[in-house]
């Protein structure tokens, strides 16, 4: 069978007609490059792969990312465990979010693999910061791209942080709390994608504390107005996941949210992410 792109209403596009265990030609490679430069966003299904088929994937990509707070799988640390066990209460991206905007070079994106899925629920959800960034009006594009904000993991990863403080002692998530260290960044509000060159929004309610030079107070009603415009229903997608799916997003074009609504049950989720770069200010 081709290879065929079937874009979805709200954000992505699914891969159909490859079998990424049996090896991409390079043409196919050609086309899941083009795709998720277009779209920073890609699914595949029934999908077979193997551990070292994901981290073979990510490779393409760029170099693996090892998540300093989320527990690895012991046989591969490439690989991040994304799970929740039945007797756990919150889970890991359970708002929405993009990853590793915490970092001076956030990671370009993650490759998510269904490993063990409960009988229903845990679907995740992508929105396109392209057509946030879009649907603005121009005197506000305007403003947001002399803008830059600070960024920060501390409250979600760090000691008495979100993560840290939820649950008990066995059912926290990952490195929770552990003294890692964490530097906030400062980044364009308005970026120059590095792989397709289109303006991106590039703020999200996990990790942006405040525009720079604005205070948390000042910079709330702005931040709140973008978050809601983000997650307008046009720029979503929901994704349920099947036993051989696979999702693919860029953090610099994404944001995504687990949603938490399995409890009792586990599910499972093999991560792998791959490194990015410092982000460029959209021009003028
Ligand atoms: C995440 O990486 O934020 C988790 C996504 C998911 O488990 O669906």
Redesign the pocket.
């Known amino acids: 069978m081709a290879i065929s792109i079937e874009v979805l209403p709200g954000v992505g596009a699914e891969i159909l007609g490859v079998d990424i265990a049996g090896g991409l030609a390079s043409s196919e490679l050609e086309t899941i490059k083009q795709t998720f430069s277009q779209h920073g966003l890609v699914f595949f299904r029934n999908q077979k792969i193997s551990e070292a088929d994901h981290i073979g994937l990510g490779e393409v990509f760029g170099d693996i990312n090892v998540n300093r707070f989320f527990a690895a799988n012991p046989e591969y640390p490439q690989i991040a465990m994304?799970s929740k066990e039945p007797d756990q209460i919150a889970?890991?991206?359970g708002g929405w979010?993009t990853?590793h905007s915490y970092d001076q070079e956030p990671a370009l994106g993650?490759i998510?693999v269904a490993r063990e899925l409960p009988a229903s629920g845990?679907d995740?959800w992508f929105t396109s910061m392209y057509k946030a960034y879009d649907s603005l009006s121009d005197g506000l594009k305007e403003t947001l791209e002399g803008l830059s904000a600070v960024h920060s993991a501390k409250h979600v990863f760090g000691p008495r942080g979100e993560y840290e403080t939820t649950g008990s002692a066995s059912s926290r998530i990952g490195n929770a709390g552990a003294a890692v260290e964490m530097k906030d960044p400062i980044h364009p509000v308005v970026i120059s994608h590095p792989l397709s060159g289109r303006k991106a929004l590039y703020v999200n309610a996990g990790f942006t504390l405040r525009f720079d030079g604005w205070t948390d107070e000042e910079s709330a009603p702005l931040l709140a107005y973008l978050y809601e415009r983000a997650i307008a229903d046009e720029n979503i997608t929901r994704f349920k996941?099947e036993n051989g799916s696979i999702?693919f997003w860029d953090n610099r074009a994404t944001w995504?949210?687990?949603q938490n609504d399995y409890q009792g049950q586990r599910?499972v989720?093999h991560?792998v992410t791959i490194e990015g770069c410092a982000l460029q200010a959209a021009k003028h």
């Open positions: 994304v889970n890991i991206g979010h990853d993650s998510l845990g995740t996941w999702a995504h949210f687990a599910r989720m991560r």
